[in-house]
């Protein structure tokens, strides 16, 4: 039987539509790998996500829109419904593919077809309690660094972006970037440090996570001149905004997980400078798309050495390792090897 | 088949040890359940609880300690662990009483035995979606009053109470009593404006559920003589408690869905004025066990006429309605009807 043929449910959250309209990570990539099956050629994917979803596969949902973007649900009733409403159908599937998380998990002892989850995060290191109780199953990492030890993963999938939204840009522009969800962990306060030590301009782009946060560590800082925070940007802002950069600012000070910044960024032929924290030493080429750097001073020497980038590099590296294309393909791979395992599993 | 050899499991939270410590209505129930039907001969009852809770039936859990006493746990990790474990040994089991709200339904299809549900509350109208998706399941409700006219109840079965640290008080206190939950609902904030226009001691006491309204409402009130707010009570406290009363105040701003104040506070002998919201008519013998009442100086009037009441007609009333047996009793009936139903259903 062609690979292609097997019915395959992709399993989305439900706290934004799938694609988000801005954010929503998983949602956001739950999103590409449905489509990029089906631009390969497959023939039976099915993505369960909120019932205002887009998909060129079979939409199938329950919950009519986001927990986050309708706020009078109570987020585990719209969970709980969408998670058991798949499990109920899981006969009609070869493969469940889980991008929402533990809760699927615990339905694991009831249904006969196999699943694979994708790990997106570790929000707590409490989650992993239903992790390691589940470890007769299929999981997938987003990059080496995000392995928890005690997990059988069959493969390491890097996340893949939609490059459509994404122009290469040959000519660097002036600006120092910082995007992403305004947070602690992604070191917004110390890219406004390097700027300043820099004596560069700064645009900062993104939803704010923790208001405290902002409103202690960044907010003083803003100006209308050199240090602007522009709000949540679409693709189609974000594309203008990484016009303006010269470098984009990755500070993490947690180990990130993959870090769909970095891979954006070098798309459109954007040098990064990342702390070297988890996965940034995964996904750039430290002295060839970017700089990986351990503190802000290192951060600042590597501003300076910015030019010795290649701007086509970067977007060479992202082409090769960090489209959807890449990832599908991937996980291509991950279920070719899940269904021989099963095949063999079955034979006993 | 001796009915009292069914397979039965009841189901319990895991926020707090069952029977908890102190607060955890849920779990007080759950617990009172499972000894009930034990003192009643039941000769397989498996309570599925926290690990270290205390139970003369059989006890199975996976969970250490309640996520309420433990705050490391995240409260849906523990929570859908213990109740995915329940759900994958429902075949021991002739039924299963869930004590422990929507989550569990979810699980119902693709379970055999058929599972009992006490609805302790609608906590949001939202969890409602979830009730309606599973109809063709078994409901209780704790009272005629806190019924959803969609759902399909087998019975009403109201709380019972344990009587054995309600002293019986044929003599009244001098102090107006209000306890339960500190919170808006159970207005605490009325019971202060009653006892300044009666003139009499108020002693409060409970956990303070939501700090924002005792900061406002109730602290600027509070004194070392006439208004005192003396802490959470657990069972031996309470017995002091109602010693002291004249009358419990329990001035209710929204539906009462059962009232265990209310029962407890007859128990002791001491009559309740109660607003007229909910279930409080069902519980409460209105002029004859304490009185029924639509605004403050209703209560106000019924302090004055409190020396009518027979206090003790107020123990008779629970003796006869109230009690663990009484509710026992009134779960043996539902699960003999369930059986029924079960063996018709089968014939089919």
Redesign the interface.
């Known amino acids: 039987m062609d690979i292609k043929s097997k019915r395959i449910a992709i399993l989305s959250p439900v706290a934004w539509r799938t694609p988000p309209r801005a954010y929503g990570a998983w949602e956001t990539v739950a999103s590409n790998i449905t489509e990029g099956l089906v631009a390969r050629g497959w023939k039976n994917i099915t993505l369960f996500a909120t019932k205002e979803s887009v998909t060129k596969a079979k939409l199938v949902g329950w919950i009519e829109r986001g927990y986050e973007e309708d706020k009078?649900?109570?987020p585990?009733?719209?969970t709980?419904?969408h998670?058991?409403k798949v499990?109920?159908r899981t006969h009609e599937f070869d493969l469940i593919h889980n991008n929402f998380d533990?809760?699927p998990l615990?339905?694991l002892?009831?249904?006969k077809t196999p699943m694979l989850t994708t790990i997106h995060g570790f929000s707590?290191p409490?989650?992993l309690?239903?992790y390691h109780?589940h470890k007769d199953t299929y999981y997938v990492s987003i990059s080496d660094s995000d392995r928890n030890k005690d997990l059988p993963y069959l493969a390491t999938v890097y996340n893949g972006i939609d490059l459509s939204n994404l122009t290469f840009r040959p000519n660097p522009g002036d600006k120092l970037v910082h995007y992403g969800r305004i947070h602690l962990d992604k070191g917004t306060h110390l890219a406004i440090e390097v700027a300043k030590k820099c004596d560069m301009d700064l645009l900062i782009a993104g939803i704010i996570q923790d208001q405290q946060y902002f409103d202690n560590f960044i907010k003083p800082h803003l100006n209308n001149s050199s240090i602007q925070y522009i709000g949540p940007v679409n693709p189609t802002a974000r594309d203008a905004l990484l016009k303006e950069a010269y470098a984009v600012l990755h500070l993490n000070t947690i180990p990130e997980r993959f870090g769909l910044v970095l891979a954006e960024s070098m798309a459109a032929g954007v040098p990064v400078i990342a702390m070297d924290l988890g996965s940034c030493r995964e996904v750039i080429a430290d002295g060839k798309t970017g700089y990986l750097v351990n503190n802000v001073q290192e951060a600042v020497e590597a501003v300076a050495k910015i030019d010795k980038i290649d701007r086509r590099k970067c977007r060479r590296h992202v082409e090769e390792n960090f489209t959807i294309d890449c990832m599908v393909r991937g996980y291509e791979k991950v279920y070719e090897r899940l269904f021989q395992m099963e095949a063999e599993k079955n034979k006993k």
Chains 1, 2 share one sequence.
């Open positions: 009078s649900q109570i585990l009733v719209s709980c419904l998670i058991s499990m109920e533990y809760l615990t339905y002892s009831f249904i707590d409490d989650i309690r239903v109780d």
